[in-house]
């Protein structure tokens, strides 16, 4: 099973900047897509942005041109830049990776998030 870590969460102001980062470990794994899930306080879990183990990445319209995901396979670990941030933007952040563990299926794993409060 991965496990998954996140850091980086904390207080802004609106306009600031905040860079989330996951890290995977475990054993005889193989990530494939990652991605950045948010919860709202009231609201359902969205996804935000993934990125697949070649490096394609996909952006929620919300976020386009403020958020940039990146990764490091060598290091199984994946960042995610916020800058511009929008008091609508205020969540608590959950890093979400997919991954083979030797067998034929596509396994999944969450961490257990990190708060991220914009303040206007």
């Known amino acids: 099973q991965v496990h998954l870590v996140e850091s980086g969460g904390g207080l802004v102001q609106s306009g600031g900047s905040l860079t989330l980062s996951c890290v995977a470990s475990?054993?005889?794994?193989?990530?494939?897509?990652m991605g950045w899930y948010r919860q709202a306080p009231g609201k359902e879990r969205e996804l935000v942005t993934s990125i697949t183990n070649q490096g394609i990445t996909d952006y929620v319209d919300i976020v386009k041109g403020r958020f940039t995901i990146s990764r490091d396979n060598a290091k199984n670990t994946m960042s995610l830049q916020m800058n511009s941030l929008k008091p609508e933007d205020t969540a608590i952040y959950y890093c979400?990776?997919?991954?083979?563990?030797?067998?034929?299926?596509?396994?999944?794993?969450w961490g257990q998030g990190t708060r991220v409060t914009v303040s206007s």
């Open positions: 475990g054993s005889g794994f193989h990530l494939t897509t």
């Open positions: 979400n990776a997919k991954y083979y563990n030797g067998d034929y299926y596509e396994y999944e794993s």
